[in-house]
């Protein structure tokens, strides 16, 4: 019994392994224009349409990736298309606009900073007198440190977390909250660092806590926005963002723009846990 149809053949697999992880079997069947979901027993019939219902509304939620990883099999005789497309399509389904902007930008700015253009970018980008006398007149400098990063390791920890995090925020609840994270994280921190440590630092680490607080504590408060963090991970980061005041790890962190961008998360969380 047919109970929907999808345009996308790994969409509709990702959905066909959800439900047969809650004990309904379902097939495939491939239609000129559409991919068919097939219920093989119709008493399954109203909890798989209600299923599809959500499915369309919420196709990037984690219960379907985790399910595919579970109960999927390589048995379907549907073509997927290229697997490179695929991962594409899923990095940039999984965001919104604002997490992509953010990550091109770090991008294209790690690549003037490792080819060439090092000295010239961080004149341009870094925080007031890092490199001459400070002029307030340039109040990009107070947000552009956050794209700054100076190793792989850096760069990579940081967009991993705010395309994961981030891309949750601005897909399931908006993009203003992002922005709102992005613009008070991305500068308030940057002026606590600087009074701790001095004007040369840089990275996304400041917004990459915002957004950490800001889902776990949205998760806790109130999980129908369809947000959260495990508390696992939340614990992760707090012990890395206290290992970094006692430089055991013997790098250097921004560690007041890491403690003000949890404070900005948090509070931000609490606030629209409170509203919405």
Not at 102 to 116: S, T
Not at 145 to 173: A, D, V
Not at 179 to 188: D, N
Not at 251 to 264: D, E, F, R, Y
Request: hydrophobic fraction near 50%.
């Amino acid at each position: 019994m047919e109970f929907g149809r999808l345009p996308n053949p790994r969409a509709a697999q990702a959905l066909v392994d959800y439900l047969k992880s809650r004990g309904i079997e379902c097939r495939l069947a491939a239609d000129e224009n559409a991919v068919v979901l097939l219920v093989v027993n119709g008493s399954d019939y109203p909890a798989a349409k209600a299923e599809f219902d959500y499915f369309v509304q919420h196709p990037t939620d984690d219960k379907y990736l985790a399910a595919s990883w579970e109960t999927g099999t390589t048995s379907a005789n549907l073509d997927y298309g290229a697997p490179g497309l695929a991962l594409l399509s899923r990095f940039v389904t999984a965001a919104g606009p604002l997490t992509l902007i953010i990550f091109a930008a770090c991008m294209l700015v790690y690549g003037a900073l490792n080819l060439g253009f090092a000295s010239q970018t961080y004149e341009l980008l870094s925080f007031f007198g890092a490199t001459g006398p400070m002029n307030t007149s340039e109040v990009w400098r107070v947000f552009t440190p956050s794209l700054l990063h100076f190793s792989l390791m850096h760069i990579s920890f940081n967009l991993l977390w705010w395309w994961y995090l981030g891309g949750k925020i601005e897909t399931r609840i908006g993009t203003a909250p992002l922005l709102i994270l992005l613009l008070v994280a991305g500068t308030l921190p940057n002026v606590l660092q600087y009074f701790v440590s001095g004007p040369n630092f840089g990275g996304l680490s400041g917004v990459v806590y915002a957004v950490a607080g800001y889902t776990w504590i949205m998760g806790v408060r109130k999980p129908a926005a369809g947000i959260g963090l495990p508390a696992s991970y939340m614990g992760f980061m707090v012990i890395w963002l206290v290992l970094g005041f006692f430089d055991i790890l013997g790098l250097s962190m921004a560690n007041g723009a890491h403690l003000g961008g949890l404070a900005v998360g948090l509070l931000q969380g609490l606030w629209d846990s409170r509203r919405r």
